[in-house]
């Protein structure tokens, strides 16, 4: 009897998957006989509005130990409010034919600081003439969904596609809520009158040929679950996977591809924050991930955000196809800790682009 | 006070009878342990109480170094610095408070003292959060510098847990007969102490040397280990070692002591119970890895949350703890009422008990621990250890047996 036969047999009639069953978080991570197949696209150019959710390491840390550590729900911290940025990306998706359509992946946290970057890229110009018709929200953290005011003023009814495990304060903000009497919490005096789709697990939701995003529920901290990531296939080269903070975890995203995507193997690269060690302190656990990601051979990793300029930094040391940024993000009127800090240059900052 | 200069502990000698029938007994005892871990959770560590230990790592390496100091107080100095006589005869209430009071004062002096104030600011740096935010540069903030300490004196814990075990209970009484209390203690504890760092030094050290960047290598060598556990994380050994010292618990719990039992002469009984519970702790460690790849697919290296193998180490000993905490209160709250049946039949019922209603307390803390305990949702939720609740759990049992006689439902047989 083969061991896994064997299991099946004797875990059906344990206790065990009556826990998978009720808690409803584990992961179903089984192969589809069937492969998804969503199509290709021509090319895929990533513009990093904003990877600096926070300017400052240890004021962030201090704000959330004050209000009872990284479980405290993310509505009852008071933050810094000076501290405040956020973290936006430009997706824009070149098809098989040539033409070429713009997605907004998250909308950042300040008002200040998202109304200061979208001008400055002409961001809010592309939502106003719907250059630019649908939001990605890829989860509802502080960091990527509390400036939600900035995007709606210009473009109230955009397309949303918001996870369906949000905070129930997140879903109240679309409708126009007002936080903010906490410090550095949220308001929204534009209420969202475009279409909503909140994404589930399990479902895969088709943007166009060779994109499309998944939702994960997975776990983050201050209380918040899920994300959706962002899917694209490149033809003669591979998927490429776009995320917000990609709290799954970038394996998760790879093995979720070679199990459920036809020609799943061919992982060509990826964009976005990683969420491997966003305060920059390490964990053995993150040089498995580097042996781990090095192993299913891509071509461009471009990271930043929540990733950890030590992981990155690390990372490139090991081998990994890690792609350098500019020093673009140093004319903003704002620059984050690893800019203060001189660090070597292995995050796409803000203003860079990637092309895959 | 005084030593007490008795030839058996005291926990073996005394006899409890309940108050009342076994099961009303039982039921009151379980009535009020559900009540004193409600309020010790929400006052002491629930995110929503009000000093918020459970970060989780700082709040485990409280509960299970008090585990451990309780154990000692127990079966290590035989309840020294206070008379038999205020043992067999005081309130079991205030005897309650007083050797509570007493595992308080050793943790804050042991822990909190020498480890944390002398060692981490005059010899390791990972002990002390504030010595790793001095000297530490970049990442090393208020939030992870007190994680990363947390985690080291939890990791120190363990080799002291598997060490003090096989001590207390392989050895007992037959390595220092001559010495009174606190004379033997101190030997017993001394010798468990030298052990204990040497394996922490071996099996720990290195993950905590890995902890920084860059790998501390000169002071601890890159993790050994990765080869055979597939991972960095020391939680490798952390799962074996601990599901070794569950498995010891479970053998004292579910089946009068066997295998332990079977062999009486030294050195022999000692080498039986090392051996024996590492084979066991392996077994059960390694039985939770097959169901877990069955639940969750293979893990593979880098794999994240569910899928890490680091993380499953860590569960084993979760699940196991979860069969524990119903094995203990199966044991001393009910345990009279299978004395009705035979040995094997009884040790057997008494396992299938513990491991449906431990699977069930399992559904059942994931699936309403978030409303009744403010612990984040999710099995394997990086911020959520359950572990650490479990040990509380185990602390409020053991101080209810060993320091409390079995108050209200039981009593000491006069």
Redesign the interface.
Known sequence: MKRRDFLKGMVATGAGVAISGGVGTLSKAHAKSKLEDFGEIKSLKVHCISETSWFDNPTLGADIKAAGGINTNQYDVAYNEENLGGYAALVEVEALDGKKTKYLLDTGWSNDWMDYVFEKDGIDKMLQSKEIDTLIISHDHIDHYFALESTLKHQPDIKIYFPGTSMKKSFELLKGADFSATPGCPKNSVPHTGELIVTETNKLYKLQEGAAIVFFDAPATLQVRGENVMYFKIKDKGYVTVTGCCHPGIMTLINHARRNFKDGNNNYGCYGGLHISPFENWDPKMDDLIQGVKAMNMTKIGCNHCTGWIWAEKAAQMGLPIVNGTNKNLSYKKTGTLAQAKTSNVYLGNGDDIVF | MSSNNATENWIATRELSPRWSVGLSGLANLVVHVIAVFVIWWIFFS??GIF?L???LLGFSLVIWTLLIILWQAELFDFWPFSRGFIRDGNPLAKGAALTGVTIAVYLILIIGLVFFFLGKYGVTYFNWNSLMLYGE???????T???ASWAMLSLSVPFFLISTWFMFGVGKDLFPELNQPRRGIAMWGLIAVISIILYLVFFHP?IG????PQQIYTAVP?WWQGIA?????EFSLGILFCSVVGIFYAFHLWDGWPFTIVKKQPWRFIFFAVVSLVFGYIIFRLQL??F?????EA???????????WRYSHTVTMANFVLVIAIIQNTFFGQAYTRFPGILRGIIKTVVA??VG??F??AY??FGPALLG??????????NAAAFLIMVINLLLIQDFFMDGWPGYKLKR
Not at chain 2, 375 to 384: A, D, I, K, L, N
């Open positions: 995110n929503a918020k459970y970060t989780p970049f990442g090393q903030d208020p939030t992870s007190r994680e990363t993950h890995s902890m920084f960047y993790p597939q991972t960095n994380s020391a097959f169901i790849d069955y639940l969750w697919y593979y290296i880098g794999g994240q949350n569910e899928a890490n193998f680091g491991i449906v699977m069930l399992a559904w994931y699936r612990v984040t949702q999710g099995v394997s939720h990086p911020s959520e």
